[in-house]
Structure formats: structure tokens, C-alpha cells
Nanobody
Framework: QVQLVESGGGLVQAGGSLRLSCAVS????????MAWFRQAPGKDREFVAA????????HYPDSVKGRFTISRDNARNTVYLQMNSLKPEDTALYYC???????????????WGQGTQVTVSS
């Protein structure tokens, strides 16, 4: 059974930082594409970051590029999302995902965590 458990969300002021963690069991992150998505109320789920298993390349949309960093610790089977210079528009429920069915930037992954809330106050 594959489980993804996110943690690290919370309330932070604009300009602050948070680090999200995604602990994975039942599947090795070293041989799976891993990603973070977010969803704000009334909006579609949005791609935030991905790390490819084949070459460890990282990918971000322009909205978070230069502020967010995805990384992984294969020994801990955990993926991280370091978020700096947070803005109120970053407020959302953040999800960890593993093993895409198709394009890795699309929210069509086989496995999802339950989400962790990030709220950025102005």
C-alpha cells in the first residue's frame, strides 16, 4: 500500500518561509517522478514543482520559480518543498504526488497525499 503524508504547512506572514515534507511509504521516490501541486478554494489544482527520477531535474512554473525549491532525500524516502518569499497568493492546500499517468506537470498522478494547508497573511 502506497502512502504519502505531507507536513509542514501553517500560517506565515508575507515574505516568510515554510518547508513542506512528504514522507512516502510503499514506493521508492528514487524511481518515481515526484511533484507538488496546490489548490485554492474555487480554483483548479495547480502544478507547483516536480523532480524527475531519471535525471533529478527540477521543474517549476513561472509563478514560483526562484522562490520554491523541490528536493528529495532517498534515504528517508521523503520529498521536500522549500518555499521562500511567500506571497498571499501562495495560500492553498498543498499536495504531494507520485508517479504520473501522463505528463508530469498535469495533476494526473497515481498517488496523492491528503494535503497540508499553507496560509500566507499580508
Amino acid at each position: 500500500q502506497v502512502q504519502l503524508v505531507e507536513s509542514g504547512g501553517g500560517l506565515v506572514q508575507a515574505g516568510g518561509s515554510l518547508r513542506l515534507s512528504c514522507a512516502v511509504s510503499g514506493r521508492s521516490i528514487s524511481t518515481n517522478d515526484m511533484a507538488w501541486f496546490r489548490q485554492a478554494p474555487g480554483k483548479d489544482r495547480e502544478f507547483v514543482a516536480a523532480i524527475r527520477w531519471s535525471d533529478s531535474s527540477t521543474h517549476y512554473p513561472d509563478s514560483v520559480k526562484g522562490r520554491f525549491t523541490i528536493s528529495r532525500d532517498n534515504a528517508r524516502n521523503t520529498v521536500y518543498l522549500q518555499m521562500n518569499s511567500l506571497k498571499p497568493e501562495d495560500t492553498a492546500l498543498y499536495y504531494c504526488a507520485a508517479d504520473p499517468y501522463h505528463y508530469f506537470k498535469s495533476p494526473t498522478y497515481k498517488y496523492w497525499g491528503q494535503g497540508t494547508q499553507v496560509t500566507v497573511s499580508s
